[in-house]
């Protein structure tokens, strides 16, 4: 089951996120700080579950993308040379394309999720199913979207992610 996403075109500079990791939990948080406008659609959270456990949360409000959460992490492979794409459009992202329901607070998608990162892992790229032709939204300065031909929800770029915090040395 894919999850839709519907571009909209976004007028002026684009919000700043933040990365912060949980060193007990090794769980990356994103935060967007004065996140686009409200339009309509869900408020609440987007679970992408992956069948091996990995859980990936995006926080919604009005439909629109507010933040990131990688909770449960599926294997993560270093890919050398990895890159964001060059041609990037400024936007948000509605998610689901369509109306929701007013009691409905969560939605859960279940996909095949994979994660790449290069060699000093300030860069993730997320890719929900199989890869395949997309259309790059950045939506905040340091998280770029993935939607396909078809509307779905594709993947999400990580950028400028902090170094994971050194562990204490034993005492």
Do not use: C
């Not at 629109?64 to 990037?88: C, F, K, N, Y």
């Not at 790449?116 to 950045?138: I, K």
């Amino acid at each position: 089951m894919g999850l839709g996403g519907r571009v909209i075109e976004r007028s002026g500079r684009v919000p700043h996120i933040s990365y912060r990791w949980d060193p007990e939990t090794d769980i990356l948080t994103g935060a967007i700080k004065s996140g686009p406008k409200k339009t309509e659609g869900l408020t609440g959270s987007v679970e992408l579950e992956g069948s091996d456990g990995s859980f990936i949360l995006l926080d919604v409000n009005g439909g629109a993308i507010h933040g990131v959460e990688v909770v449960v992490w599926p294997d993560v492979r270093t890919a050398a040379g990895l890159t964001p794409p060059q041609e990037v459009e400024n936007g948000d992202v509605v998610l689901p394309t369509r109306p929701s329901q007013p009691s409905v607070a969560a939605v859960e998608v279940d996909t095949a999720l994979a994660i790449d990162t290069n060699a000093s892992e300030s860069v993730f790229h997320v890719r929900l199913g199989p890869a395949r032709q997309t259309r790059v939204v950045r939506v905040a300065d340091s998280l770029l979207v993935e939607v396909d031909e078809q509307e779905e929800l594709a993947g999400l770029w990580l950028l400028d992610v902090p170094p994971f915090p050194a562990d204490e040395p034993a005492l």
